[in-house]
């Protein structure tokens, strides 16, 4: 079993960067494809960014953070990053990151699911 731990989130101000990391626990990290996804309390999960297996080497992003975000993977500390660049208000979430067989933009796909991070922007 994978278990998935959020950290790096707390509160920046508009136009600044964050750094929010995921560490897995458990065998196998290499093997799975790895999400971010954020949710605001009361709305529905938002797909944010995701990254295959392996080497990373295929990356999406929702069109709200693409050219602002940036996910990577460090297999050999079993880490997920997503680096949080030029953030607005609309960034303000519980991030959560999750493992699966392949990199979709569908949370349901994902077998694996951390407890969330809080980023909080102000203006």
């Known amino acids: ?5 959020e950290s790096g989130g707390g509160l920046v101000q508009g136009g ?3 750094r929010v ?9 290499r093997d799975y ?3 971010w996804f954020r949710q605001i309390p009361g709305k529905e999960r938002e797909f944010v ?3 295959n297996g392996g080497r990373g080497q295929y990356t999406d992003y929702a069109d709200s953070v693409k050219g602002r975000f940036t996910i990577a993977r460090d297999n050999a500390q079993n ?4 680096q949080m660049n030029d953030v607005n208000l609309g960034d303000t979430a519980i991030y959560y990151c999750a493992a699966g067989i392949t990199p979709t933009r569908v949370g349901s796909a994902y077998d694996y699911w951390g ?5 909080t922007v102000s203006l």
């Open 1 to 5: 079993q994978v278990q998935l731990v």
């Open 33 to 35: 494809a790895m999400a």
């Open 49 to 51: 960014s995701a990254i």
């Open 115 to 119: 407890q969330g991070t809080q980023v």
């Open 79 to 82: 880490m997920l990053s997503l």
């Open 16 to 18: 600044g960067s964050l």
């Open 21 to 29: 990391l995921c560490t897995a626990s458990g065998p196998n990290f």
